[in-house]
Every structure is written in structure tokens, then in C-alpha cells.
């Protein structure tokens, strides 16, 4: 039987002074092999699933990709300081189509790794 593999995934939404800062961004640290393939699965998943603008996926330091184990992705979808996103993450259909498109990201990224 193969072992089962792990994977973190730390969800947020940014803030910004400038309130017109928008988009969606996967970060990682390349700690190991599947970090970055992690965040691309992740991010991609999101991308198509929502509407909301594409801020790439980007290598960092951030304490929790940094510390974990296992690949890591920080996802941060939205900026709580953009009154459009504010509506949209607060609306009856948007947090179950969050969910569904992380979910999503992750059964790719598991497929991937098989």
C-alpha cells in the first residue's frame, strides 16, 4: 500500500491601504519538491473556478511554509479592504465555491503526485 501523502494548506484574506488591490495569490517556499506544484495546483483551481484577479504564485519566507513538514501553500484569496471582493466573499454563493475550488485544487494536486 503507498503511503498517504500531506499536504498544508493556510487560507486568508489580504488587506491593502489602497482599496482598489485585488486578486488572488498562492504563495510557497520551496522546502520541498512539491511545494511549488502545490501552489500552482491550488491557484490555477481558483483562478478558473472564480472571477476574481490573478496575482500569481509567488515564493516567500512566511512562517508556516517555512515550518511545516509537508508542501505548503498560503492562499490568499481576496482583499477584505476591496469593497467588490467584500461583497462577492460575503455573498450565499461564494464560500462554498471557495471551498469547491480548493478542494479542486487539491484532488489535482494529489493526482499529480501518484
Known sequence: MKPMQDAF?????????????DGI??????????DLLL???MHQATINSLSIPDRGVRSNDFYVNVHTAMPSVLMEVGFITNNHRVQMLT???APKSMAQSLFDGL??????IE
Open 91 to 93: 455573498s450565499s454563493w
Open 39 to 41: 501552489a500552482q495546483m
Open 9 to 21: 494548506v493556510s487560507i486568508h484574506i489580504d488587506s491593502f491601504a489602497n482599496s482598489s488591490i
Open 25 to 34: 495569490t498562492a504563495y510557497y517556499n520551496g522546502k520541498s519538491a512539491n
Open 107 to 112: 484532488v489535482s494536486y494529489f493526482s499529480a
